[in-house]
């Protein structure tokens, strides 16, 4: 029921910032769990950060005070912004959208963030 576009990606210094976007196009998008995950190469996919229909927020520890989702229902639209980057968070940036009821996930594309001196 929904398709998600990720845009935002590059390359950026350690220290510095970006900001992920994902909109989302289909139906009943206010209803669904949004959320971000990330992929390194030879490491399981993890999730990093999500945000209810209510708007309660969960971070991954490692990304605490670092990195802040948010959504806004009427532009369909759900970002990450991205400060104070490390090495480490280097990965494919994938969004999720999850409807409870169903218990269905879909999928963004992906979108490489690479932190690099």
């Known amino acids: 029921q929904v398709q998600l576009v990720e845009s935002g990606g590059g390359l950026v210094q350690p220290g510095g910032s970006l900001r992920l976007s994902c909109a989302a196009s289909?139906?009943?998008?206010?209803?669904?769990?949004m959320g971000w995950y990330r992929q390194a190469p030879g490491k399981q996919r993890e999730s990093v950060t999500a945000?209810?229909?209510?708007?309660?927020?969960y971070y991954l520890d490692s990304v605490k005070g670092r990195f802040t989702i948010s959504r806004d229902n009427a532009k369909n639209t759900v970002y990450l912004q991205m400060n104070s980057l490390k090495p480490e968070d280097t990965a494919v940036y994938y969004c999720?959208?999850?409807?409870?009821?169903?218990?269905?996930?879909?999928w963004g594309q992906g979108t490489q963030v690479t932190v690099s001196a």
């Open positions: 999720n959208a999850y409807q409870e009821y169903t218990h269905s996930n879909y």
């Open positions: 945000i209810s229909s209510g708007g309660v927020t």
């Open positions: 289909g139906s009943d998008f206010s209803a669904y769990r």
